[in-house]
């Protein structure tokens, strides 16, 4: 029983694990603990089990509210360029400093960057599935320094990325990424590190020999020698749009349905490894300005704000996974916003060559909580990637000008190798370990 404990609140990176899986077990051993014995030994641990049960709530609450983006996918449109006005504050919390010391033992998503010159793990020139709008060297950068960083967790570590039993632990899966272009950035990433592991280049190919563009929408990669393949589907809102009603205002031109999963989901369901984000495109410019207004149970929600949208998309999503996703077969990921770091105007883009040692609160974002809030109340186990405190130290990894069109700064897309590399780890981290990084 205290063995069984302290592997409980010990491990694990894993307030995530306490929270999906481990929820239903707190309760089924409390009642065991009472009416079984109450020896110091189990006093003191199920306190411990406690605090850590009770504050892994705290690690799914990094709140405040950080400026969206400008443009994400769609680098050249002026439209999308300026987007001042943007969601709510009210999720504006910030509860993270009563947490006890103990139980941030392995929240791996509280660190610092650590310069290591055993960085990069591979040469976008020489991967074919790194876009060359992301390949921040072939398109002119200089300095190189961005590439040499490891993330460091301030109470454990993560275990070094192998190629090898990567590779051999996907064997026979499907890797699935949904979501908007910084999925897909996520998605080449993976693809490039797993190739470093991968003799025979030709065995690695699009199943139909697609070109990776910004508005595709299904990438598959075959690894043909062991079998598995890593998919890409473009979902920016998850949710599924449609044509505005006949008698809506004429400033409607599509109708966003918050209540149902896009239309391809039905092809997410058959994954082992489920990746979800979604966030950048949740703008007024890129909805409002474009035509794109709210729909639930058929009708127009035309005032409807975003920052509520957006959690009823993710109620729709949560429903989703809950009845569609068989958890014996398949582990499901949501990762949260990723950091950008535009002036505070949001017209200017500078990219440093060094990581910023304040993050200037872009460290939270209230979609990031919304994500989280939503993860947790999820009744399958869904694994948060809480990638936004890290990306907000990185104000020099992204494109900037060394895009496929330097013409507009993009400090919201990061160079590859760079950050969503570490993503990568972070999620082989937790598939390959049972007990998470150490
Ligand atoms: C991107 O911008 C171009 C030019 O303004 C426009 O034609 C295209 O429809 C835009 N794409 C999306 C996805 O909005
Ligand atoms: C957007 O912000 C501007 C001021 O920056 C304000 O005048 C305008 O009314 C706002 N629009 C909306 C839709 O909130
Ligand atoms: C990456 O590979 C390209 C082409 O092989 C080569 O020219 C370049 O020097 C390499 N870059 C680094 C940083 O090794
Ligand atoms: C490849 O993987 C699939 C499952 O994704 C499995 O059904 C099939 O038998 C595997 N093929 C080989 C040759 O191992
Ligand atoms: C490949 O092509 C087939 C037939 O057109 C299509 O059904 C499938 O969705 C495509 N797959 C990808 C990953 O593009
Ligand atoms: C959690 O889910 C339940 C239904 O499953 C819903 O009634 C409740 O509002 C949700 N809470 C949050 C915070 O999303």
């Not at 063995?3 to 077990?25: E, Y």
């Not at 200089?142 to 109470?155: F, V």
């Not at 595709?216 to 062991?226: E, Q, T, W």
Request: charged share 20%; hydrophobic share 40%; proline share 5%.
């Amino acid at each position: 029983m205290v063995g069984h404990f302290s592997v409980c609140w010990r491990l694990r990176p894993a307030f995530f694990d306490v929270l999906s899986f481990g929820k239903l077990k707190a309760k089924g051993m409390f009642k065991s603990w009472f009416f079984q014995s109450f020896n110091g030994i189990i006093v003191v641990g199920s306190l411990l089990f406690f605090v850590a049960a009770i504050s892994s709530g705290y690690f799914f609450m990094f709140p405040t509210f950080q400026p969206e983006m400008n443009n994400p996918d769609n680098r050249t449109s002026p439209e999308f360029v300026i987007d001042m006005n943007s969601t709510s504050t009210e999720l504006d919390v910030d509860i993270d400093s009563a947490l006890p010391d103990l139980v941030r033992e392995c929240n791996v998503f509280d660190g610092s960057w650590v310069a290591d010159d055993s960085f990069p793990s591979y040469n976008a020139s020489n991967c074919p599935f790194a876009e060359r709008g992301f390949n921040c060297l072939a398109n002119g950068r200089r300095d190189k320094g961005y590439l040499k960083w490891r993330w460091q967790p301030k109470n454990c570590n993560i275990p070094r990325f192998d190629v090898e039993e990567t590779l051999e632990f996907l064997r026979d899966k499907r890797v699935v990424f949904v979501g908007d272009s910084l999925s897909r950035t996520q998605w080449e990433s993976m693809v490039c590190m797993l190739m470093t592991g991968v003799n025979d280049k030709r065995s690695v190919y699009e199943i139909n020999g697609s070109k990776i563009s910004k508005q595709i929408r299904h990438l598959a990669v075959r690894f043909g020698s062991f079998n598995f393949t890593v998919e890409f589907y473009r979902s920016i809102f998850l949710v599924q749009p449609h044509q505005a009603p006949k008698r809506a205002p004429k400033r409607v031109k599509v109708a966003l349905q918050l209540d149902r999963l896009d239309d391809i989901s039905k092809e997410w369901v058959d994954s082992d490894i489920l990746i979800f984000n979604s966030g950048h495109w949740w703008t007024p410019g890129k909805l409002f300005d474009m035509g794109w207004y709210f729909q639930i149970g058929g009708k127009m929600k035309l005032g409807m704000p975003i920052s509520g949208a957006f959690k009823t998309a993710l109620a729709t999503w949560k429903s989703w996974v809950e009845s569609r996703i068989n958890t014996r077969k398949t582990r499901v990921f949501f990762r949260t916003f990723e950091s950008t770091h535009w002036s505070a105007s949001r017209q200017h883009c500078k990219v440093t060559e060094q990581p910023m040692s304040k993050v200037n609160g872009r460290d939270k974002h209230p979609f990031s909580d919304a994500i989280i809030d939503a993860a947790k109340n999820t009744s399958i186990p869904v694994t948060v990637l809480h990638v936004t405190p890290m990306g907000a130290f990185r104000s020099d990894a992204h494109v900037g000008t060394w895009s496929d069109n330097p013409s507009v700064p993009d400090c919201s897309h990061w160079c590859l190798p760079g950050v969503p590399d570490v993503w990568n780890e972070l999620l082989f981290s937790f598939l390959l370990s049972d007990q998470g990084p150490q």
